[in-house]
């Protein structure tokens, strides 16, 4: 019988990104809508730009479509539409092809102010964690191809703060010809803060004597979401459009320009100005947030794909440090957790 293999799935609403031990990690954009495919052709070049049609509890569903649903709705994590997006990025990954990633264990993870709930007994929001669970678990087919066959044994959640802390202080080296975990005492008995800046949220989370300091961790709602939706509407007021498509919004965020009726509009200062107002506000968050520990903090690290794409205007930040692989540390460190720690 082959081997259950542990992968690490930060399941968020703006992007998929799975782990499963050094060099096996890919992404995929959140990107579905309910119904088979439109393309002529399945499995048009480059990552990420193929639409894949999968079937679950009767219903098609595509993914990489340039038609996607919304996926900021509050119930995701319980959605047909993760479950598929799930598979999707798992179907795409390499390291799945070969033959011993067959069964699958997936750690996954949930934001701090989603994981935790007060009104529970044991702290932990229980119908959401379980609740996600059985909706990942539930059989995905893709119709798509046969060439990739997985089944979904079983699967965990832990807290994306206590992830990224994983990731921070263990790593895994080869060794002699094996993998081996390599855990770094003083870093996990430091006080460290994790800035997560995703899509549609920030998380500050505060780790300090190897558990979440609750008094010194929150959410914001702010995210890159911001940054698009800003950036909307300052098209929308400056031409005649009501409406553009996510994927021109997102091509214009990268070329700072944009074309409507044969007129290109520049983009650069407006898109400049979004940026900094995005990370003022997580900034000042953050600092009202831990204004009174302020003095016991040894680290400040910044986790999340978002910060890749504020780079320049986060480093302006005093104090802060940029992980070495941020979009992949929730998953990287759910992984870890569950082969070393759990």
């Known amino acids: 019988m082959s081997e259950i293999k542990t992968i690490g799935c930060d399941n968020g609403h703006f992007g998929i990104k799975v782990y499963a031990g050094l060099d096996h990690k890919h992404s995929i954009t959140s990107r579905c809508r309910i119904g088979g495919s439109s393309q002529t052709e399945f499995g048009s070049n480059g990552q990420d730009s193929s639409e894949m049609v999968f079937s679950t509890e009767d219903e098609l569903y595509t993914t990489g479509s340039l038609q996607s649903e919304i996926t900021t709705f509050a119930d995701y994590p319980l959605s047909p539409i993760n479950r598929v997006l799930v598979n999707s990025c798992l179907h795409q990954a390499d390291f799945i092809k070969s033959p011993e990633f067959r069964k699958l264990d ?66 895994e080296e080869y060794s002699n010809g094996k993998v081996k975990p390599v855990f770094d005492e003083l870093k996990g008995q430091q006080t460290t803060v994790f800035i997560d800046i995703g899509g549609g949220t920030t998380e500050v989370v505060t780790v300090s004597d190897k558990m979440i300091q609750k008094d010194y961790s929150g959410t914001i709602g ?56 995005l990370v003022h506000k997580i ?52 992984y870890l957790f569950k082969k070393y720690l759990a």
């Open 222 to 277: 702010q995210g890159s979401h911001r940054i698009t939706e800003d950036l909307r509407r300052y098209i929308y007021e400056q031409t005649d459009v009501s409406s553009i498509s996510e994927r021109k919004i997102h091509q214009s965020l990268a070329t700072k320009k944009i074309v409507i009726d044969g007129q290109v509009h520049d983009l650069t200062q407006a898109i400049q100005s979004f940026k900094n107002k």
């Open 283 to 334: 900034n000042s968050f953050t600092d009202s947030l831990l204004r009174d520990i302020k003095g016991d903090i040894d680290a400040k690290i910044l986790v999340g794909g978002t910060s890749l794409d504020l780079q320049d205007e986060l480093m302006h930040w005093k104090g802060v440090t940029l992980s070495e692989d941020p979009l992949y540390e929730n998953a990287k460190g759910m």
């Open 106 to 171: 997936l750690v996954l993870g949930l934001p701090y102010a989603q994981f935790y709930s007060k009104k529970s007994k044991t702290g932990r929001n229980e119908d959401l964690i379980s609740g996600m669970e059985n909706n990942i678990l539930v059989p995905v087919k893709n119709l798509t191809s046969d060439k990739c066959q997985f089944n979904i044994e079983s699967c965990m959640t832990v807290p994306e703060g206590m992830a990224a802390w994983f990731s921070y202080i263990v790593k």
